[in-house]
T-cell receptor, first 112, second 116 residues
Framework: AQTVTQSQPEMSVQEAETVTLSCTYD???????LFWYKQPPSRQMILVIR??????QNATENRFSVNFQKAAKSFSLKISDSQLGDAAMYFC?????????FGAGTRLTVKP | DGGITQSPKYLFRKEGQNVTLSCEQN?????MYWYRQDPGQGLRLIYY???????QKGDIAEGYSVSREKKESFPLTVTSAQKNPTAFYLC???????????????FGDGTRLSIL
């Protein structure tokens, strides 16, 4: 079974600084998709960014970017110019067809 | 606005009682999913449905049941056989039907279930 590992239960960053959240996964498949979701205190899951495994180019969405290393099965999220509103739980997710796996999450604290 | 509506927001269950969590979407999505979230853990898949009148078990289906009579609706019943039902339950939907899964899932706001 595919597994997703987030090795950092908690991270903190100073406002306006940059932080990187780690994620590794295990799969024998070559075609799949990876996602980062944000879950603020309201508990709603919000899509942050997604990456297709067949694309070598790393995805970016405004202040959010990923470092996708397919051979290493690594998918880290970089948040630039951190804002107070970025404080949340962040979940890394793997998906292939209807096999959807989530990591245990990283709680990000943003210090003013 | 399109979205996913889960109700109720909070639900309490007595011992031996079945309870049903509602999930409705107006996004015209084919696939719908139910997840369970426990403190300090990620989401675990309970059931999913790709089309009407069809659904598949996820990783932790024991003690739960679902139905998919309409495209818009995917209710989850937590039966008395589920001995540890206290958790946060999230419903999700996605547009793909039998595809490779490139479309992200859209989530509802969740239901918190507790035991009385």
């Amino acid at each position: 079974a595919q597994t997703v590992t987030q090795s950092q239960p908690e991270m903190s960053v100073q406002e306006a600084e940059t932080v990187t959240l780690s994620c590794t996964y295990d799969t024998s498949e070559s075609d799949y998709y990876l996602f980062w979701y944000k879950q603020p205190p309201s508990r709603q899951m919000i899509l942050v960014i997604r990456q297709e495994a067949y694309k070598q180019q790393n995805a970016t969405e405004n202040r959010f970017s990923v470092n996708f290393q397919k051979a290493a099965k690594s998918f880290s999220l970089k948040i630039s110019d951190s804002q107070l509103g970025d404080a949340a739980m962040y979940f890394c997710a793997y998906r292939r067809i209807n096999d959807m796996r989530f990591g245990a999450g990283t709680r990000l604290t943003v210090k003013p | 606005d399109g979205g996913i509506t889960q109700s109720p927001k909070y639900l309490f269950r007595k011992e031996g009682q079945n309870v049903t969590l509602s999930c409705e979407q107006n996004l015209n999505h084919d696939a719908m999913y139910w997840y369970r979230q426990d403190p300090g853990q990620g989401l675990r898949l309970i059931y999913y449905s790709q089309i009407v009148n069809d659904f598949q078990k996820g990783d932790i289906a024991e003690g739960y049941s679902v139905s998919r009579e309409k495209k818009e609706s995917f209710p989850l019943t937590v039966t008395s056989a589920q001995k540890n039902p206290t958790a946060f339950y999230l419903c999700a939907s996605s547009i793909d039907q039998g595809g490779i899964g490139n479309q992200p899932q859209h989530f509802g706001d969740g239901t918190r279930l507790s035991i009385l």
